[in-house]
Each structure stands twice: as C-alpha cells, then as structure tokens.
C-alpha cells in the first residue's frame, strides 16, 4: 500500500444553460474555471461534444464539468451558473418600450395620456 496516497473524490455536474446565461455564444474554453475542475464537454440534444473540440455553447445546453476535489464543487457551481442580472435575449427584449420623441411628435392630443404618475406624457 503506497503511503500519502491521495484519495480522488470527483464530482460530475451537468449545468443546464438558461437564456440568460453568460456563456451563450462563446466557446467552452473562454471559461476561466476554478483549480482542480476540469471539463469534459457539452451536452447537445443527446449529443455529448468533447471539451477538446471547444464548441460553442448555446442555449440548451448541458456543460459537463468535473471538480476532482470536493471543496471545489461549491466554486464549480457559483462560476458555471453565472447569469446576467438583467433578463435578456438576443433576438428578443423584455424591456418595457418606451414611447421616443418622435412618437410624440406623430401623436394627436386624444392619443397622449397626462397622468403626471406616469414614467412618460
């Protein structure tokens, strides 16, 4: 038996990625993971696509990552959920629209509310 041998305790985490994730778009290897984590790729419509590939990551998708100690996992966890604070969507806002000068101007006075409550007149 070989004496300080280290005992390996990995953990294996799928994180599914959401709308708002800030990895949509980038590839697997433009993600700064913490020390002793580890990828081993994505997840893609029962399609696993090694993190030797780097492919680009897209909603969807699964991340499938390691942490090979398991004071790590809390760490892994925390940097593959990163979202950004605001609900966002390249192909969609969810943003309230706000009325621009020039609506204004093509507006007859039937059209425009005087709520002074309001954020816009």
């Known amino acids: 038996m070989l004496k300080n041998k280290k005992t390996l305790e990995p953990s294996l985490f799928g994180i599914l990625i ?8 980038i590839h697997l290897t433009e993600i700064q993971l913490p020390d002793r984590c580890a990828f081993l790729g994505i997840l893609r419509q029962n399609q696993v696509l090694s993190a030797t590939d780097n492919p680009t990551i897209f909603v969807g998708d699964y991340i499938l990552a390691i942490a090979t100690h398991p004071m790590m996992i809390p760490a892994l966890k925390v940097t593959l959920k990163k979202i950004h604070s605001v609900y966002y969507s390249l192909n969609s806002c969810l943003l309230e629209s706000r009325p621009t000068a020039n609506q204004f101007d093509n507006l007859d006075d039937s059209d425009v509310s005087y709520n002074l409550n309001s954020t816009y007149y």
């Open 18 to 25: 959401q709308d708002n994730s800030v990895y949509c778009g």
